[in-house]
């Protein structure tokens, strides 16, 4: 399974060739592709922001995908990554750390270009 994070939905939309490209590998192969919860909210903030054909679209794009749930363990896994991070001088952000902690649940590959991710132990990443 492959967990997308709102950069590469972002990408996607906007038409970034890599991103079109893995969508369509993806779909020959029948991937199962899902997105966390926060990254889902990350993402259609925006959509809701500007409203018209973008919120059209990221609604379209998101609805064909499943969501990841934040459950209370997996909230606290990533509240200690985030210890562990800040400890050794290495910060993510809490949205990012959330992420993260669900991708890592699920045994998801994060699909993302946002380099913070790379300090996360354990994580499994592909770009694009």
Do not use: K
Request: charged share 30%; with cysteine.
């Amino acid at each position: 399974m492959r967990a997308l994070d709102a950069t590469y939905c972002f990408d996607l939309l906007r038409g970034d060739a890599g991103a079109r490209d893995r969508a369509v590998e993806w779909e020959g192969q029948q991937e199962r592709l899902a997105i966390p919860a926060p990254a889902l909210a990350e993402f259609l903030r925006s959509g809701y922001r500007r409203g018209g054909r973008l919120l059209e679209q990221s609604l379209t794009l998101t609805r064909r995908l499943e969501v990841l749930p934040l459950e209370g363990d997996t909230a606290e896994d990533a509240a200690r990554l985030g210890g562990d991070l800040d400890r050794r001088g290495l910060p993510v952000g809490n949205l990012d750390l959330l992420i993260a902690a669900i991708a890592r649940r699920h045994r998801a590959i994060l699909v993302t270009r946002d380099q913070d991710f790379q300090r996360i132990p354990g994580l499994h990443l592909e770009t694009y």
